[in-house]
């Protein structure tokens, strides 16, 4: 059996936060921001936690698919802040949506968790066991982020996303994929460390928050992610020149511009809205995919081939190449 890309759908919590209103916030400025990372605004949740942001954005994936929540046989969500360590944000999903008792679980590999998601539910297609499959990547990054800290503050932004895998006889979306993961590294980005002492202090607590050696990971990825592309791309006998466009997570529009000059191709063929929201981690390749697919710059079942391309956290990284 083969795994199609039938469609995709997003949402992102209403409030929008500026750089202006950051500025207010703590010591730090709409310019710098600007030129170190490409980012203006960012959605911030307000009360709504992962779990309702993924099962909106599953709404909005059934609603443009035409498929109804009972016709889903299994929901992957990809998430570094999960509502809790139990329930999975995927039950809370399936119970949002109010699909079949499923299978639903979480996946968690930080700024790469879509792809590793995506990865899990094309094989899960492949078996033969089951026709839909939805694969969510969803954040509330702002409940992970030390708001004194303007290293890490101004970078992220709350949303979700996603999309619906199908199974076919014919056509297939997948050609190929490359996937890593390097915990030697895991120490350049943290959060919600679960210390192992019976007596929490307000200090050892406060590991609960994201800490990043932002310049390791800046330089990890412009050394892991090209090699990554050219890797999936190659190795499944396409050339750079073959591929119509990259989704790359949207971390930092610098971290696109590297990868483009490594690869000597425009920085152009990278799509990018990191401008609005931010990081959203596992959020940000498939609400990126959703906004191309949805204004018409890229179309499902016209063959273009894309690549899709993660980085963060554990240290993970990884690439597929699709055909739509
Ligand atoms: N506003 C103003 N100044 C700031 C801010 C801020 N928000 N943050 C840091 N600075 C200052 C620093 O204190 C430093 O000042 P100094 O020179 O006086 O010491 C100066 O700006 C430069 O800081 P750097 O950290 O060297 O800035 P850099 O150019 O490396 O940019 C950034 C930092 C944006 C974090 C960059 O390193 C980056 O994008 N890294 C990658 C992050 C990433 O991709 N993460 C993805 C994974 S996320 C995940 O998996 C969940």
Known sequence: ???????????VPHKVVSNAMLEKMMDTNDEWIRTRTGIETRHISEGENTSVLCGKAAMDILEKTGI???????????TMTPDGLSPSTACLVQDYIGAKPIMAFDVNAACSGFIYALSIGEKLIQSGTFQYGLILGGEVMSKIIDWQDRSTAVLFGDGAGGILLSATETENSFL????????????????????VTNFHTKENLENRFLQM??????????????????????SSNYTLGEVDCIVAHQANYRILQAIAKKLKIPVELFATNIAKYGNTSAASIPILLDELLTNGDLVLGSKKKIVLTGFG?????????IQL
Not at 217 to 233: G, K, L, M, Q, W
Not at 313 to 321: D, F, I, K, P, Q
């Open 1 to 11: 059996m083969k795994a199609k890309i039938m469609g995709a759908g997003s949402y």
């Open 68 to 78: 109804s929540a009972k016709e889903i046989d299994f929901i992957i969500v990809a």
């Open 176 to 195: 190929g994929e490359d996937i890593h993961s390097d915990g030697s590294r895991g120490e350049s980005l943290t959060a919600g460390s679960h210390l």
């Open 213 to 234: 050696d932002g310049r390791s990971i800046f330089d990890f990825a412009i050394r892991s992610v090209p090699e990554s592309i050219r890797t999936v791309v190659e």
């Open 313 to 321: 956290g554990g240290l993970t990284w990884g690439s597929m190449l």
